[in-house]
Nanobody, 126 residues
Framework: QVQLVESGGGLVQDGGSLRLACAASGRTLSSVAVGWFRQGPGKGRELIACIRWTLGNTYYQEAVKGRFTISKDNAKNTVYLQMNSLKPEDTALYYC???????????????????WGQGTQVTVSS
């Protein structure tokens, strides 16, 4: 079992930055992928960034490439999402999730993830 706790959300102005953290407990994150999803008002949950814990490979959704950076701290068992140049359309509830499936590879579908955090709200004002 893996427990995930997100932090770092908040209210920021257009063009601002935030760093989200996803702290894991219960087991180490070896052989899993950890993804950041977001769900805007009236929208489905979408994968925006993902990292394979062991190999460090990353994936980014096109809409956030060049603005968001996913990283990990092995010692702290924590995954971060640095978000720069935030836009109002980035406003959403952000979740981290982990999956051991398919050798711990990044999967786009939220159905492929076994473990979820409670979410943290990010609001970008114009």
């Amino acid at each position: 079992q893996v427990q995930l706790v997100e932090s770092g959300g908040g209210l920021v102005q257009d063009g601002g930055s935030l760093r989200l953290a996803c702290a894991a407990s219960g087991r180490t994150l070896s052989s899993v992928a950890v993804g950041w999803f977001r769900q805007g008002p009236g929208k489905g949950r979408e994968l925006i960034a993902c990292i394979r814990w062991t190999l460090g490979n990353t994936y980014y959704q096109e809409a956030v490439k060049g603005r968001f950076t996913i990283s990990k701290d092995n010692a702290k068992n924590t995954v971060y999402l640095q978000m720069n140049s935030l836009k109002p359309e980035d406003t959403a509830l952000y979740y981290c999730a982990a999956t051991p499936r398919y050798g711990g590879s990044c999967r786009r579908s939220p159905d492929e993830y076994n473990y979820w955090g409670q979410g943290t709200q990010v609001t970008v004002s114009s």
